[in-house]
């Protein structure tokens, strides 16, 4: 185990939320801990001596500083420390102990509007993502007719970038029916 | 009946509604006080009530107050609107109803 605090590569995708705060509990109860969101390479920070329990709320910006404080201020009277944002996911700890209280959305009807929120937000990066595929590919047939078919490689991203996004979306939507 | 007046409320909605009517409040506050009044029973976790705090203010059954002199400037204090006090007094109604409905079924003995 490393013993300074370090970055560490992070992947993981909005769907398997619930998998990326088991994988932090777990690495705390290893003594390595969550310290700061950052793109594909969090900062993690060796203590021997702690545990935590992580929690991840997904937020779209919040509009002004006012709101901010506030939805940090009823986290923080809830137990929780506020460690830092990463595209719209809040990142949360509390120190762990066998009785500690966990759950942030508490009734099936936040749960469920939960999920509608990240649901609507993978909607909203597919269509997106949809349009601007179907834009360049459009574009460089009527460009370059003779380079789009030997440009697979960038197709193949697209593909790939499309077909996770929509299994994104469809685990998103099991998710809610679940919690129906 | 009951159904054009946004009701039946979640527990959640219910219980910050009823801390509400009594005073004007912060999140934490209610937080402690759904838990005390309900036994233990409910608990509203951070997001919940976040989410549920923006919900009726949305829909206009709460409303944002000033905060006392000296309190946290952080903590938004909150207050029971006229229409939340209507919705709140209804949903009331709908649960006595209901539980008028049931008891006399539920004292008779089941035939099969």
């Known amino acids: 185990m490393e013993h300074v605090a370090h970055r560490r590569l992070d992947i993981w995708l ?31 920070h060796p203590d ?19 709101a901010v404080a506030e939805y940090r201020a009823l986290f923080a009277d809830a137990g929780w420390e506020y460690k830092g944002r990463c595209q719209g996911w809040q990142y949360f700890r509390k120190p762990w102990s066998p009785q500690a209280v966990v759950d942030v959305y508490t009734d099936r009807q936040s749960v469920r509007n939960w999920y509608r929120r ?26 370059a007719p003779h380079v789009w078919r030997w440009a697979w490689p960038l197709w193949g991203f697209w593909a790939g970038l499309l077909v996770t996004l929509g299994y994104g979306f469809f685990k998103i939507q099991q998710k809610r029916r679940g919690s129906a | 009946m009951f159904v054009d007046e946004g009701l039946p409320l979640t527990e959640g909605f219910f219980y910050i509604l009823l801390v509400l009517y009594s005073a004007p409040s912060h999140g934490y506050a209610i937080m402690q006080h759904v838990e005390r009044m309900s036994d233990n029973h409910v608990r ?17 059954l709460i409303q944002s107050t000033p905060a006392p002199e000296g309190a946290d400037p952080r903590r938004k204090m909150y207050a029971i609107t006229e229409a939340g006090q209507s919705v709140l007094r209804s949903e009331v109604e709908r649960l006595k109803h209901m539980a008028r409905t049931a008891e006399p079924i539920l004292r008779t003995e089941r035939r099969f």
Request: proline letters at 4%.
């Open chain 2, 44 to 60: 509203i976790g951070a997001g919940t009530l976040y989410t549920a705090l923006g919900t009726l203010l949305k829909k206009g």
């Open chain 1, 118 to 143: 990240i649901h609507r937000m993978i909607g909203v990066v597919l269509l997106v993502e949809l349009f601007l595929a179907g834009y360049e590919v459009g574009l460089m047939r009527a460009v």
């Open chain 1, 14 to 44: 909005t769907w398997q939320h619930e998998r990326e705060e088991c994988r932090l509990d777990q690495l705390s109860e290893r003594g390595v801990h969550f310290e700061k969101p950052g793109f594909l390479f969090p900062r993690f």
């Open chain 1, 48 to 66: 021997s001596g702690a545990r935590y329990v992580y929690r991840l709320d997904y937020q779209p910006p919040l509009r002004t500083r006012d």
